[in-house]
C-alpha cells in the first residue's frame, strides 16, 4: 500500500536560521524584561498542510494532512531550550490526478527539538518574538481502514512568530511553518509543509516578572 507525507528536502535546510537568531537581539531591554521568553511552557498546537509523496514505481502525488500535539518546552541556556511533544498526525488519500490514489493514514506522532527563541519587537502593548526549532521524531501509524501498523522515524524544522499580548500576561500565540522530512523504506520521497498555530502557557510568568 502506498500513501503519506511530503516535500522537498532542500526545504528543509537551516538557512533561515542566522537570520532569525541575529534578530533576536533587536527587541529593547524594557521589552525583554517583560516577554515570557525565558521560560518554562506549556502548550498545545494544531496544524495542516500539503504533503508529498513518491515511490519506487508511483509518480509524485500530494496529500492533506492534520495535527495536533501537546508540547512542553524548558531553557537551558540564554536563548536556547530543549523542548518534548506528543501528539496525533494524520493524512488523507492522495489525489487521483496521477492515476494513483496513496492511502491515508494516522497514529501517534513523538518528537524531541531544539529551539531557539527571544524578542524581536516589543514595548507597548505586544511583544513579538522569533522563534525556530529542530529536532526529530518517531511515528507509529495505521493505515486507514487497515489494522496496518507501520513505524518510520522523521526530522523537522518550524520557523514562526509568537505574539505576547501584555494584557494575556502568561499566555502567548504563535504562528509557524512546520517542515519536515520522513524515513520510508516503501516511499522515495515523503514530505510536507504546512501551517501550524500554538497556545503556549508559561506557569512561572508572574514569579519571575519574564
Not at 22 to 40: D, E, M, N, R
Not at 136 to 165: D, K, Q, R, W
Not at 198 to 204: A, H, T
Amino acid at each position: 500500500m502506498r500513501g503519506r507525507a511530503g516535500a522537498k528536502p532542500g526545504l528543509l535546510t537551516g538557512a533561515p536560521l542566522l537570520a532569525l537568531l541575529s534578530a533576536l537581539t533587536l527587541c529593547p531591554a524594557s521589552a525583554q524584561a517583560a516577554s515570557p521568553k525565558h521560560g518554562v511552557s506549556l502548550g498545545v498546537g494544531v496544524a495542516s498542510g500539503v504533503a508529498f509523496a513518491r515511490s519506487p514505481i508511483d509518480p509524485l502525488n500530494s496529500q492533506p494532512w492534520y495535527a495536533v500535539n501537546l508540547s512542553l518546552e524548558t531553557p537551558v541556556v540564554s536563548l536556547f531550550g530543549l523542548g518534548f511533544a506528543l501528539g496525533l498526525r494524520g493524512a488523507g488519500s492522495s489525489v487521483p490526478a496521477t492515476g494513483v490514489i496513496y492511502r491515508g493514514h494516522h497514529g501517534l506522532e513523538t518528537t524531541a527539538f531544539l529551539y531557539g527563541r527571544g524578542c524581536l519587537a516589543g514595548g507597548g502593548r505586544l511583544d513579538l518574538l522569533g522563534g525556530i526549532s529542530a529536532g526529530g521524531s518517531a511515528n507509529f501509524e495505521v493505515y486507514n481502514l487497515t489494522e496496518l501498523l507501520f513505524f518510520y522515524p522523521s526530522i523537522l524544522v518550524e520557523p514562526y512568530l509568537e505574539f505576547h499580548f501584555l494584557r494575556l500576561k502568561a499566555h502567548t500565540f504563535s504562528l509557524a511553518l512546520p517542515a519536515r522530512l520522513d524515513f520510508r523504506r516503501d516511499l522515495d520521497l515523503s514530505a510536507s509543509l504546512g501551517l501550524g498555530l500554538r497556545w503556549r502557557w508559561y506557569p512561572r510568568w508572574k514569579k519571575e516578572g519574564v
